[in-house]
């Protein structure tokens, strides 16, 4: 009877002592939310898609509580609505998170980068930037959630959308990136170089200037190329979506032995919070895996 006592009152120590080294601080400013532990691992860095903020990432991605559980800190971000950066917008984010490890007193070792959507594709770049200008925040890996890394593909679906005429919302989404392309980066036919400055693949000229400093980390790619479902609600073919795209893009990298890229694809696990079958969500990323992922160093 007392071994069993002992053994007991080990286990609640155990378990006491491993909620106390897993508690975290959480901070909240306009620009992000960060989510620290007191025994830091690795930190994780997530931003949300072109629409969406800090409260839409944590209802379509709750991963905060089994991330802090396991040693990682999670660092969320607001900055949102972009397809690229400019030179100016790069300088700008490296200084906001320069000043937020410096300031929240945050370790800079075992950063991993990532992001849904278009919180991809800043992923993607934004990691390439540091890793190019040296900077001291230094990412050890960096993964994307159905990003539209193509520039150039999603212009020419976005045409392609507007003329098959299926839905509303998608000629109005797509009239939307054609002004905003067009505005921006002009028409490809004048100027592709300028979509293949900005854009992390370009499959046209089987482009990946833009990742070139990613070879030495860790990169992953999630998507879940469900094409029937596709073509069922928006009659779109395999080389129209994001998952063929990106696969594409997973091809050239290992042609150009990137040996540390990974291409994780999903079947039937496109759910958003409501419910809804969407194959473009962030309910395709497995929690459990990807912070396996993160600590596998």
Request: charged content about 25%; hydrophobic content about 35%; glycine content about 4%.
């Amino acid at each position: 009877m007392k071994k069993k006592i002992i053994i007991l009152v080990l286990c609640l120590l155990q378990i006491s002592c491993k909620a106390k080294s897993n508690t975290y601080e959480h901070i909240i400013e306009p620009e992000y939310e960060l989510f620290k532990v007191n025994q830091q691992k690795a930190i994780l860095v997530l931003f949300p898609c072109f629409p969406c903020d800090i409260e839409d990432t944590k209802s379509e991605f709750p991963i905060i509580d089994y991330a802090t559980s396991q040693g990682v800190s999670v660092l969320l971000m607001n900055y949102n609505q972009k397809l690229y950066l400019n030179e100016s917008e790069f300088v700008a984010l490296s200084d906001l998170f320069n000043s937020i490890f410096e300031t929240q007193n945050v370790k800079t070792e075992n950063v991993h980068i990532g992001g849904f959507s278009s919180g991809g594709n800043v992923s993607l770049l934004w990691s390439n930037y540091l890793l190019k200008t040296h900077n001291k925040i230094v990412p050890k890996g960096v993964f994307i959630v159905d990003s539209p890394v193509d520039i150039l593909g999603l212009y020419y679906v976005a045409k392609k959308n507007i003329s098959m005429n299926i839905s509303s919302d998608s000629v109005e989404e797509s009239n939307w990136i054609i002004q905003k392309l067009q505005s921006d980066l002009g028409n490809p036919n004048d100027s592709i170089n300028l979509y293949e400055k900005k854009a992390p693949f370009t499959l046209e000229t089987k482009n990946i200037g833009n990742a070139k400093y990613l070879k030495n980390i860790k990169i992953r790619f999630y998507t879940e190329p469900d094409i029937d479902w596709w073509k069922e609600t928006k009659n779109n073919e395999e080389k129209d979506l994001n998952s063929y795209f990106i696969q594409q893009f997973y091809k050239e990298l290992k042609q150009d032995e990137f040996k540390k890229v990974s291409l994780v694809l999903t079947k039937n696990k496109g759910y958003r919070k409501n419910g809804d079958r969407h194959p473009h969500s962030w309910s395709i990323v497995d929690k459990d895996n990807l912070i396996k992922w993160i600590l596998d160093n």
